[in-house]
């Protein structure tokens, strides 16, 4: 079987972007006077996207304010920082590089908004 190419999914496969948004919802958590979440309640959030983090540090329900309020702080808040912590999931680099070494074209595809995927 010859592979013709590989196409990976973003966040979650290739590139583990979680510790951003554990940064992002606990500093927003901090500034609104409320206690940080844990990291890994955080992180089995974060695939569910921006209502869900913002449901789980402010409750709240989407659609009605403040919840879209916040929900817009914390995509700003994420677009200050995306990628700051996010890294290459464990292997990965060494697949990439086994890719452009036997010439496999390779490519991304994600639900991320383009925003965010390109800043990442």
């Not at 912590?85 to 010439?103: I, N, Q, R, S, Y």
């Not at 496999?104 to 639900?111: F, H, K, R, S, V």
């Given at each position: 079987?010859?592979?013709?190419?590989?196409?990976?999914?973003?966040?979650?496969?290739?590139?583990?972007?979680?510790?951003?948004?554990?940064?992002?919802?606990?500093?927003?958590?901090?500034?609104?006077?409320?206690?940080?979440?844990?990291?890994?309640?955080?992180?089995?959030?974060?695939?569910?996207?921006?209502r869900?983090?913002?449901?789980?540090?402010?409750?709240g329900?989407?659609?009605?304010?403040?919840?879209?309020?916040?929900?817009?702080?914390?995509?700003?808040?994420?677009e200050?920082?995306?990628?700051?912590?996010?890294?290459?999931?464990?292997?990965?680099?060494?697949?990439?590089?086994?890719?452009?070494?036997?010439?496999?074209?390779?490519?991304?595809?994600?639900?991320?908004?383009r925003?965010?995927?390109?800043?990442?």
């Amino acid at each position: 079987m010859t592979i013709s190419a590989l196409l990976f999914d973003l966040d979650g496969t290739l590139v583990d972007t979680a510790n951003d948004f554990v940064q992002v919802l606990n500093e927003q958590l901090i500034s609104h006077g409320r206690n940080q979440l844990p990291a890994d309640t955080i992180r089995n959030t974060v695939s569910d996207g921006a209502r869900a983090l913002v449901k789980i540090g402010f409750g709240g329900e989407p659609g009605t304010e403040p919840f879209e309020s916040l929900r817009q702080e914390l995509l700003e808040r994420y677009e200050s920082l995306v990628g700051k912590h996010a890294k290459l999931f464990d292997g990965m680099e060494e697949v990439l590089t086994l890719c452009e070494d036997k010439d496999i074209p390779w490519g991304i595809i994600t639900n991320k908004p383009r925003l965010y995927t390109d800043l990442l």
